[in-house]
């Protein structure tokens, strides 16, 4: 069963840093680009960043460009988010998902999600 | 405010056909393909509609998506309870290099 299980969540404070991981499994790993999307409580999704099947293009929000970082390591199955300089109003939910293409602007569809894991930014 | 525009909410009663518009300009819409999303509370979203008008495996064929231009719709016939949910478009944005969604809809079945 194809599955994808964010963890690294947590509470920090304004201005440090927090790294998010994303195990998956069930798919070949490294078929796929891959996402990160995240919820403000009682706010829509918002898309935050994209990595293709093997790294060589990347995208990401004007709203954390600068701050966060993406990576994959497809011999480990796994998707990462390093957040620094982290703000109030990256408090959110952070998804997970899978890219049903393998480039990050395929357009495809994101056909594959974790349940997320909570950043909660506050002093 | 969303780069793609969608109506807040909208309501329809049990077995009725619903559907939900959203707008964009062409560095997204009009330009590339759009995917549709079914989210419940305290659970993953869930991809309805990938490329405009494509059903993933094991999505009822009560959903459809379209498109033309800028705009796209997502229709749902012979609503059900359990169809309520917020409701999310989304497509690549080539001025913004990134994704974009839409500000997503309440979906109330009366």
């Known amino acids: 069963e194809v599955h994808l299980v964010e963890s690294g969540g947590g509470l920090v404070q304004p201005g440090r840093s927090l790294r998010l991981s994303c195990a998956a499994s069930?798919?070949?790993?490294?078929?796929?680009?891959m996402h990160w999307v995240r919820q403000v409580p009682g706010k829509g999704l918002e898309w935050v960043s994209g990595i293709s099947w093997n790294s060589a293009n990347i995208a990401y929000a004007d709203s954390v460009k600068g701050r966060f970082t993406i990576s994959r390591d497809n011999a480990k199955n796994s998707l990462y988010l390093q957040m620094n300089s982290l703000r109030a109003e990256d408090m959110a939910l952070y998804y997970c998902a899978r890219d049903s293409g393998g480039n990050v602007a395929d357009g495809s569809g994101l056909d594959v999600w974790g349940q997320g894991t909570t950043v909660t930014v506050s002093s | 405010q969303s780069v793609l525009t969608q109506p807040p909410s909208v309501s329809e009663a049990p077995r009725q056909r619903v559907t939900i518009s959203c707008s964009g300009s062409g560095s997204n819409i009009g330009n590339n393909a759009v995917s549709w999303y079914q989210h419940l509370p305290g659970k993953a979203p869930k991809l309805l509609i990938y490329?405009?008008?494509l059903l993933p495996s094991g999505v009822s064929d009560r959903f459809s998506g379209s498109k033309s231009g800028t705009s796209a719709s997502l229709a749902i016939s012979g609503l059900q309870s359990e169809d309520e949910a917020d409701y999310y478009c989304a497509a690549w944005d080539d001025r913004l290099n990134g994704w974009v969604f839409g500000g997503g809809t309440k979906l109330t079945v009366l």
């Open positions: 490329y405009d008008d």
């Open positions: 069930g798919f070949t790993f490294d078929d796929y680009a």
